[in-house]
């Protein structure tokens, strides 16, 4: 570390002069190498992923309707990882998410179902669910101390047998209410696809243009406007092409009813991943989460309440957990007793740390969970394409997962060693 | 790096002391870790509380951070008497206490760690561009040059920055009495002497500094006065000038030197008592 004669450059002019496209370009590639990848290996991924299936499957796999199912299929995921960055930036882990999602979806079910409550009444027992159960978890684990890990273990040991007393054994409760079910099985029409891209696109620079310009208004080292406008344009690029490719029609020539258009739960995933960036980046909630998660210790002596933050990222999680619950019975179209169980869980954890969000807490965004969600769904989408064996499969998952998690470690020892 | 030393340290401290601590007791159970202690710091001077391991110094400044209240014993801030219960009231009074292991998050950036559960709002947002700012400002005050840049995560820093994000985190806050615990126990030869002319600084800047310290240099290159405490017990507070190295030695390990210091009885009977 440069300890002996201090660099010329003062800390206020740093970074103003060298504001081009190709400073911010070697600023970002000394990140990588010092650890810091961010959602670089996710975005690696899918590529890849997606050129490995393109070849060895493309007529399957690069078809319009399968890109549509993609979506459907990483949304659940994507919601549940974004619960479980919250209790990840902590340094915790939830295991009982997966299980929570399942009780949320049977809440819905049976009261949607079986006592003819009107959908947003369902909608708000299940989530309330989320809330107690993410509240009791918090408690054992902040209040009481014990291990997060044993704690939402028995969770979720709890959870799924609350689940099988719920549905009954080897029962299923088909769900018929039209918006519950629209969410995953309906379409934006092809203008408001158009205009939500417009939306997404605008929002985006609008907002970081406005950064710019009062940093830039109080003196203060900003981003390039060159810089600025290249991130716009790659996001401008992605969210047509996506528009462009769901606006196409995706059935058969030959069927008679249309199907185009953005899924409903896309803009809904997009809500929330704009919402809870908002509140993990902007507001001094979030600032707290990150410290709690650096160094718990430095948080409690700077008057921070680290029981209370915890308890909120639990609760958190939980809720959101309800919320994939709610789009998995959605897609499905009913609930089982394995709803949200099976690898659904390691699916969202293996989302989150593949996204880059640490399992040492400290280091996450909410946009990991999507970017590593993609990864999830695009596996989950093109293996079994490529083969029929679930044992394969399997295999392959359990490989996903420990290359993700392998990077999360070499990244932080490389990060240690840089002193990053 | 040390000219604000020898200008500075006028002979005898003048004007209202900014703490002034008067017959300090605590115990913790059977054991009297404080006995009768005096100490006043004042504006504009540093202040090394020396002692050896046990002396005392770590729970004298737990009693004036409000962390473990002293049992008896009366405590002046700029001539009022108050009582500190906790460690809000003292910050409230203007005291900061830069602890050994500086409690820094590694994960956040400088301006993160300097407003850290005192952030500024604007609604519910943060205001980054407030924080930058002020965070800037008091770094420059300070004549900081050695920070590449706010938005750099602490865990890209040296021992010697991450001392000094510290410092400036204590005096961010209008704060009139800054308590270094061993500012320069972990660092290297030039890191620590950027931090000492960073400790000279703030006192320049009219702060009281108390720093507590084992290491001699840093209490003859920086110190206007020195506190030392023996055995809980203060043995003398002098001016820096008028000790000698050896003197100081002698008054962490006997309790005196010479006429200064503990009366020899007085120094005995306390030994027996120590556990």
Redesign the interface.
């Known amino acids: 570390?440069?300890?002996?004669a201090?660099?010329a450059?003062?800390?206020?002019i740093?970074?103003e002069t060298g504001g081009s496209i190709g400073a911010a370009a070697r600023e970002y590639w000394t990140r990588v190498k010092?650890g810091d990848m961010g959602s670089l290996p996710a975005i690696i991924g899918v590529v890849a992923l997606v050129v490995i299936f393109g070849i060895m499957e493309g007529d399957t796999f690069l078809s319009k309707g399968n890109f549509a199912n993609l979506i459907n299929q990483g949304a659940a995921i994507m919601v549940l990882a974004m619960g479980l960055v919250f209790v990840l930036l902590l340094g915790e882990i939830d295991l009982s998410a997966g299980f929570a999602a399942g009780m949320g979806a049977a809440i819905l079910a049976t009261t949607l179902t079986e006592r003819d409550w009107p959908w947003p009444l369902a909608l708000l027992a299940a989530l309330l669910t989320g809330v107690v159960i993410g509240f009791a978890i918090a408690v054992l684990v902040a209040r009481l101390g014990i291990p997060s890990f044993v704690v939402t273990l028995a969770f979720f040991l709890g959870l799924q047998g609350a689940m099988l007393l719920i549905i009954g054994e080897g029962g299923t409760i088909p769900i018929r209410d039209d918006a519950i079910l629209s969410v995953m099985n309906k379409n934006m029409p092809v203008a408001l696809g158009w205009l939500f891209a417009l939306i997404v696109i605008g929002g985006f620079a609008a907002a970081t243009y406005m950064r710019i310009r009062?940093?830039r208004?109080?003196?203060?080292?900003t981003e390039a406007m060159s810089v600025w406008g290249l991130k716009v344009a790659a996001l401008a690029v992605v969210v047509l092409i996506a528009v462009y490719l769901l606006n196409q029609e995706r059935q058969r020539e030959t069927a008679v009813i249309t199907i185009q258009g953005i899924p409903w739960v896309v803009p809904l995933v997009t809500a929330l991943v704009v919402g809870l960036s908002f509140v993990l980046a902007?507001?001094?909630f979030g600032?707290?989460i990150?410290?709690v998660?650096?160094?718990a210790?430095?948080?409690r002596?700077?008057?921070?309440n680290v029981p209370n933050i915890k308890t909120a990222c639990f609760v958190l999680c939980s809720t959101l957990a309800i919320v994939a619950g709610v789009l998995i019975a959605s897609r499905d179209n009913s609930v089982s007793p394995t709803t949200g169980g099976a690898q659904t869980l390691l699916y969202a954890v293996g989302a989150a740390v593949i996204g880059g969000t640490s399992l040492f807490g400290?280091?996450g965004r909410v946009y990991d969970a999507v970017t590593g969600g993609l990864v999830v769904a695009v596996i989950a989408n093109g293996l079994p394409l490529v083969t029929q064996q679930s044992g394969t499969q399997f295999i392959v998952n359990g490989v996903v997962l420990l290359v993700a998690a392998s990077v999360d470690a070499i990244s932080r020892r490389r990060?240690a060693a840089?002193?990053? | 790096m040390t000219d604000g030393v020898t200008s500075q340290g006028s002979a005898t401290p003048q004007g209202q002391p900014v703490l002034s601590l008067r017959g300090m007791n605590k115990s913790f159970g059977a054991v009297h870790v404080l006995r009768d202690v005096d100490l006043d710091t004042y504006a504009g001077k540093v202040t090394a509380l020396v002692g050896d391991n046990g002396a005392g110094k770590s729970t004298l400044i737990k009693g004036v951070a409000g962390i473990h209240p002293f049992d008896h014993g009366e405590m002046f801030w700029e001539g009022e008497k108050v009582e500190v219960h906790g460690p809000r009231q003292a910050n409230a009074l203007g005291i900061e206490i830069v602890y050994q292991d500086l409690a820094l998050c590694d994960n956040l950036d400088v301006v993160h760690n300097m407003f850290l559960g005192r952030e500024v709002k604007g609604g519910v947002t943060l205001n980054e561009t407030a924080m930058e700012k002020r965070a800037g400002d008091t770094l420059r005050g300070l004549s900081v040059r050695t920070l590449r840049s706010l938005r750099q995560q602490v865990s890209s820093l040296s021992g010697g920055q991450r001392q000094t994000v510290a410092i400036a985190r204590a005096v961010l806050w209008n704060s009139k009495l800054v308590i270094l615990d061993e500012p320069t126990a972990a660092l290297g030869v030039a890191q620590t002497e950027q931090v000492l002319s960073l400790v000279r600084r703030l006192a320049d800047n009219g702060l009281a500094v108390i720093l507590i310290t084992h290491n001699m240099n840093d209490v003859f290159q920086v110190a206007d006065n020195i506190a030392c405490l023996y055995l809980g017990q203060l043995a003398a507070q002098v001016d820096a000038k008028e000790v000698s190295h050896g003197q100081v030695v002698e008054l962490i390990t006997a309790g005196r030197s010479g006429d200064i210091g503990l009366q020899p009885e007085v120094a005995a009977a306390n030994v027996g008592g120590e556990a």
Do not use: C, V, W
């Open positions: 570390m440069s300890t002996a201090p660099p450059s003062q800390f206020d740093q970074e010092g009062s940093r208004k109080e003196g203060l080292p902007r507001t001094a600032r707290h990150y410290a998660g650096g160094n210790e430095a948080a002596r700077a008057g921070i400290g280091r990060a840089t002193g990053r």
